[in-house]
């Protein structure tokens, strides 16, 4: 039978589920650089770059493997914007009586295969990503009557269910589940930071880059140098690189900043897991025979894979958990407008200038920027929780909605009340200045809490507590917070707070 196999960008998969069975002497396969998610926010210029090369040289891929592949290109779009009608031309031109498709990533596009059963009268189906580890039924099964959704049992679960790192006898290899103690180092002036890898750019690669150029010159970010990798062979080349080079280190510093050190020993391969190119069980895999080799630790190997088998995973079960009701929670009611600093770089803090360049050079920055240092301005500031998932979506290579809505929204911002958070990741200077060497080389001072050079994120940090003292005096997560507050004495609090007002007030005349 004659079937349309359509493959989403990110989906560069040849194991994915809606290539399984084809037929090359009848099945076709579409591929499409659709245009609104090109155009409808102003994404990173690398980040369209990736995926476009991607995109390209996975169709390359399939059509040098004889399958007949539709490849519909952005300048193609150009003038037809409607995917349903490229969907119509496809068939036209195949005759299929069936469509395949993987399960997209964005409810918004399961809602359009939806409605694409009675728009062309031919029969869907809607296949599930086995490239995930948990399925939406086993999430829903370990969902059923708990009711906190830890992250951590739902990874112990993960950890058994594929055998990592667990010993013949069923118990965690090394004894603990969780080495996260061990860390927590902060980042020592010596430390010694591998290359990274940088790839040959090939004719579609410079291609992509010229279209780039020339069509998204107004958008955010840094097109080049450009070191991504665009096929699947050079993506395990990146994770060859880090498993070998960089796991060792993984661990200790996980969550420590330098400044200039963009990425430390972290693994790189988000944006390559999220299109496609490598596969969470291999890359898992690889770490736990890295262990078993000698060549890294377990603080570092059982940290990494928790990032991938834990956290990753069970982002994507709360999103196909709690949507659509999810994209509209604001538990804490966070409205202040984003400022401008998040897309310039101009601002005096130098943590986050530094975490803001980071991302407007390389369309990336470590999950400790993202959260303790973008994320926790963002939440302690009370930004609207719909900007500052736009910024998350637009500027990261590795944002799909499914993996940064919960979280911005859940882990960051607490705007889901808690279901990804046991407690906000709030925190004021002190902790950006013993995690990082930013402090040294800013304009304000950790140690001040008000006063024109105290740092923002001091003052910011009480007054965000206190506005949602409600909600978190009783948290067991955080014992010791309010019993400091209750310390201060009344003129001291009053200080703190009308301080935090003025910190919020130069934000909005740009000038903080
Ligand atoms: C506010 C905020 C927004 C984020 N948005 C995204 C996003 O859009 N896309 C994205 O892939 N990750 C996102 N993350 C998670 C995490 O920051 C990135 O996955 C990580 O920084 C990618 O860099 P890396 O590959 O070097 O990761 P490493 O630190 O080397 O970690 C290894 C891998 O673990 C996975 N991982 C780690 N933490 C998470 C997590 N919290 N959720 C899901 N996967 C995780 C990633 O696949 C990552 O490649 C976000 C985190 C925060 C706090
Ligand atoms: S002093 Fe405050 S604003 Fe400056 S780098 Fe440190 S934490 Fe950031």
Redesign the pocket.
């Known amino acids: 039978m004659t079937t349309l196999r359509i493959i989403f960008p990110d989906q560069l998969s040849k194991s994915i589920s809606s290539l399984e069975g084809l037929d090359k002497n009848t099945d076709g396969v579409m591929i499409c650089e659709y245009i609104q998610d090109l155009t409808s926010i102003s994404h990173h210029s690398k980040k369209i770059a990736f995926i476009l090369s991607a995109m390209r040289h996975f169709a390359k891929e399939l059509i040098e493997d004889g399958i007949n592949t539709s490849y519909i290109q952005f300048d193609a779009l150009i003038n037809e914007t409607s995917f349903l009608k490229q969907i119509k031309k496809v068939i036209q031109e195949l005759n299929p009586l069936l469509i395949i498709v993987t399960k997209p990533s964005e409810f918004r596009l399961l809602k359009m295969i939806n409605s694409w059963k009675t728009l062309l009268n031919i029969p869907t189906e809607i296949l599930d990503d086995t490239r995930f580890l948990c399925s939406d039924n086993d999430f829903k099964k370990w969902v059923k009557d708990k009711k906190q959704l830890r992250m951590e049992f739902f990874y112990r679960e993960m950890r058994k269910k594929y055998s990592i790192l667990i010993d013949s006898d069923g118990s965690p290899t090394g004894g603990r589940w969780n080495y996260d103690k061990e860390n927590r180092k902060p980042p020592s002036k010596y430390l010694d930071i591998p290359p990274r890898l940088s790839h040959k750019k090939s004719f579609i690669t410079k291609d992509v880059l010229a279209l780039v150029k020339n069509r998204f010159s107004k958008n955010f970010g840094i097109l080049e140098p450009f070191h991504y990798a665009v096929t699947r062979d050079e993506a395990l080349k990146e994770l060859d690189h880090?498993i070998k080079f960089i796991l060792p280190k993984?661990g200790d510093y996980?969550d420590a900043m330098l400044a200039s050190e963009p990425?430390l020993?972290?693994?790189?391969?988000?944006?390559y897991?999220?299109v496609g190119l490598l596969l969470?069980l291999e890359?898992c895999k690889k770490a736990e025979i890295a262990y078993n080799d000698n060549l890294a630790s377990i603080n570092c190997v059982e940290g990494?894979i928790r990032?991938?088998l834990g956290?990753?995973e069970?982002?994507?079960g709360i999103y196909w958990h709690f949507m659509p009701e999810y994209a509209n929670l604001n538990s804490l009611n966070a409205t202040i407008t984003l400022p401008d600093f998040y897309w310039t770089t101009n601002t005096k803090m130098f943590c986050v200038a530094e975490a803001v360049t980071h991302t407007r050079d390389h369309a990336?920055?470590?999950?400790i920027q993202?959260?303790m240092i973008?994320?926790n301005f963002a939440l302690i500031a009370g930004l609207d929780v719909k900007q500052v998932q736009q910024w998350?979506?637009a500027v990261?290579s590795?944002?799909?909605e499914w993996?940064?809505m919960?979280?911005?929204l859940g882990?960051?911002?607490f705007g889901d009340n808690g279901i990804v958070a046991s407690k906000p990741?709030a925190a004021s200077g002190k902790y950006i200045n013993r995690m990082s060497n930013y402090c040294k080389k800013c304009y304000y001072d950790p140690n001040q809490m008000t006063g024109e050079k105290s740092c923002p994120f001091n003052s910011l940090y009480w007054d965000f507590l206190v506005r949602h003292e409600d909600k978190f005096r009783g948290n067991q997560r955080m014992p010791f917070v309010f019993t400091t507050w209750d310390k201060f004495t009344p003129e001291k609090k009053q200080e703190i707070r009308t301080h935090a007002k003025i910190i919020l007030q130069k934000m909005s005349e740009g000038i903080l």
């Not at 020993?265 to 944006?271: N, P, T």
């Open positions: 880090f993984f996980q990425y020993y972290h693994s790189l391969i988000s944006s897991l999220n969470p890359v990494f990032q991938i956290w990753r069970y982002i994507r990336y920055s470590h999950h993202r959260l973008t994320g998350y979506l990261y590795d944002a799909f993996v940064e919960p979280n911005t882990m960051s911002l990741y």
